[in-house]
Nanobody, 123 residues
Framework: QVQLAESGGGLVQAGGSLRVSCAAS????????VGWFRQATGKEREFVAGITWSSSSTFYADSVKGRFTISRDNARNTVYLQMNSLRPEDTAVYYC????????????????WGQGTQVTVSS
């Protein structure tokens, strides 16, 4: 089992920055690919960014490329999502998820999920 806990969400103005964190605990927590997803009110959850356990590969949704950066600190079992140049359309609950499988962008490919953290971008 792997437990995931997001933190760092909040309210920020458009154009601002925010960093959310995902702390992992449990079996082989640092050996798993981690992805960030988000869900805006009334919309389906969508993939945002992912990182392999070795950090050798990162991948992003087109909507956040060049603005968001995913990274991880395996010594702290924590994955970060640095979000810059935030837009009102980035407002959502952000979830982190983990998998031992092949890194992917679909919800079904991830085995463990956190409870989410709210990010609100005001215009």
């Amino acid at each position: 089992q792997v437990q995931l806990a997001e933190s760092g969400g909040g309210l920020v103005q458009a154009g601002g920055s925010l960093r959310v964190s995902c702390a992992a605990s449990g079996r082989s927590a640092s050996k798993r690919t981690v992805g960030w997803f988000r869900q805006a009110t009334g919309k389906e959850r969508e993939f945002v960014a992912g990182i392999t356990w070795s950090s050798s590969s990162t991948f992003y949704a087109d909507s956040v490329k060049g603005r968001f950066t995913i990274s991880r600190d395996n010594a702290r079992n924590t994955v970060y999502l640095q979000m810059n140049s935030l837009r009102p359309e980035d407002t959502a609950v952000y979830y982190c998820a983990a998998t031992v499988g092949i890194p992917g962008t679909r919800e079904s490919e991830y085995d463990y999920w956190g409870q989410g953290t709210q990010v609100t971008v005001s215009s």
